[in-house]
């Protein structure tokens, strides 16, 4: 009888030891890597469950046991959101964080170019621009921008081939701030910004109806969109100042515009002198009638939606005021403009 006794109690004892040695284990196993050595960069593909990631996990030394993780998710319910991407993970993160990393699809944000474009920038400043920030030379984004070369967008937004323009992407690069993958080729910049123009114009309610309405293309509008915006300062006068192009336009009488004779200088000048209003060029307002070939600039959206819906009046000539507020006198007639250029040089004494 106690020989019975003795074997009960001996293996009652076997069990609970195993037992408790299978917890310890299971414990052990659960327990966060040791914290040493570098953070650890891994990759989650897309389609990817939750136990090909714990087998991640563990193959990058992140965990201990692919098993007791699996588990682990299956008994907290984890794991059906995991995010894909590329994260880093370091030793002694324990299961909570990597699962909360993981739910939040924190990823390690890759190299990127960045960059911001200026309302009124010239295709050559904005090549300038593009060649700071890819290091690259500026001279492959102007030829890019001259023939339009492998750019589907500028397909789709039809824009012309003509020899007289000096830059076929002139006024279609959209002025933004963009952030692209670092590795972005050239065509892939001019086309991001040729989309982003596309995506600002489906903003404005109805355009090509307005548009068609107006009897413009889609170039004639970003002529005058950048006319306005090489012109105004002030927004609320790029309504106004639109009309009045399409006033003088309509009488046929030449625009006049000084912004379009400083798109010719290599410099802008403060002020223009007779014998540069003298430049031939199709560009020259002074010397030609009509909208030049194409835009003069890369204009904004409020110059775009001005140039489309511009403010009626019976305004033909605008004079900039000479008082630091950069906005303009408006005349109906020559002898009120010129009046009006009197007045301005009083506000600037």
């Known amino acids: 009888m106690k020989s019975a006794v003795r074997t009960v109690l001996l293996i009652l004892v076997l069990l609970i030891a195993a037992g408790g040695g299978g917890a310890w284990y299971i414990w052990n196993g659960m327990q966060p890597v040791a914290p040493a050595g570098q953070p650890v960069t891994f990759t989650i593909e897309k389609g990817t469950g939750s136990a090909g990631i714990a087998d991640l996990l563990e193959k990058n030394g992140i965990i201990r046991n692919s098993l007791f993780f699996k588990g682990y998710l299956k008994w907290t319910k984890e794991g059906s959101k995991f995010k894909a991407g590329t994260y880093v993970a370091k030793p002694g993160d324990t299961y909570d964080e990597l699962i909360a990393r993981l739910n939040a699809g924190d990823v390690v944000k890759e190299e990127t170019l960045m960059f911001t474009i200026p309302e009124g920038y010239t295709a050559e400043q904005v090549a300038d621009k593009l ?42 690069l959209f002025p933004e701030t ?6 972005s080729t050239p065509q892939e910049i001019l086309e991001a910004m040729l989309e982003q123009l596309a995506k600002k114009l489906d903003t404005i309610p109805n355009w090509h109806e307005k548009l068609k309405a107006r009897g413009l293309s889609l170039h004639e509008l970003l002529t005058v969109a950048s006319l306005v915006e090489r012109e105004v300062v ?14 003088r336009l309509k009488k046929e009488q030449k625009l006049e515009i000084d912004a379009t004779v400083q798109y010719l200088l290599d410099q802008p000048k403060e002020r223009l002198l007779y014998k540069d209003l003298e430049i031939e060029s199709p560009y020259n ?25 511009p403010q009626a009046s019976d305004y033909y000539f605008y004079v900039t005021k000479k008082d630091g507020s950069k906005g303009h006198l408006f005349a109906k007639t020559y002898k009120e403009h010129l009046a009006n250029i009197q007045k301005s040089k009083q506000t600037s004494q």
């Open 131 to 172: 060649a700071t920030a890819s290091k690259l030379n500026s001279a492959v984004f102007v030829d890019l921008m001259n023939s339009g070369k492998a750019l589907k967008e500028a397909d789709v937004l039809g824009i012309p081939q003509e020899p007289d323009l000096r830059h076929r992407l002139e006024g279609y």
């Open 178 to 183: 963009y952030e692209l993958p670092k590795d």
């Open 234 to 247: 002030v927004d609320t006068e790029r309504p106004l100042v639109a009309g009045v192009i399409y006033n």
């Open 285 to 309: 307002t002074y010397k030609h009638a009509g909208l030049p070939p194409g835009p003069i600039c890369n204009p904004g959206l409020p110059s775009i939606q001005a140039a489309l819906e």
